[in-house]
């Protein structure tokens, strides 16, 4: 979440180990920063590739509203063909009946 600190924080999943994970936080006055060595460890500091992502817009922000997930859509079905309805011929009896309001 947002902190007094940062304004905006993403979690950037590791090149080398997808289980781990950097946070990329953007403070007040619009600089970012990256959890990852290679953006602490370097001076002067710059964009890290996390940052880079989440500056392209590649990571959802902490505490966003997650995106929709995708509406499942039914499978096509298979074209097959009605079998094509015979009319039913009149029922001579029936004609019958409502002749003679039998
Ligand atoms: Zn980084």
């Known amino acids: 979440m947002a902190s007094d600190r ?4 993403w979690d950037v999943p590791s090149d080398s180990n997808p289980a781990k994970s950097y946070v990329v936080s953007e403070d007040w006055e619009g600089n970012y920063a990256c959890s990852c060595p290679a953006w602490t460890r ?5 964009d890290c590739k996390h940052i ?6 590649q990571y959802l922000e902490r505490g966003a509203p997650p ?11 298979p ?12 029922d001579p009896f029936q004609e019958l009946v409502d002749q003679y309001r039998l």
């Open 79 to 90: 074209a097959v063909p009605f079998p094509a309805k015979t009319p039913v011929p009149p």
């Open 52 to 57: 880079r992502r989440v500056k392209e817009g």
């Open 6 to 9: 940062w304004r905006r924080q």
């Open 67 to 77: 995106l929709a997930p995708p509406t499942p859509t039914a499978p096509p079905r």
């Open 42 to 46: 370097h001076t002067p500091r710059r």
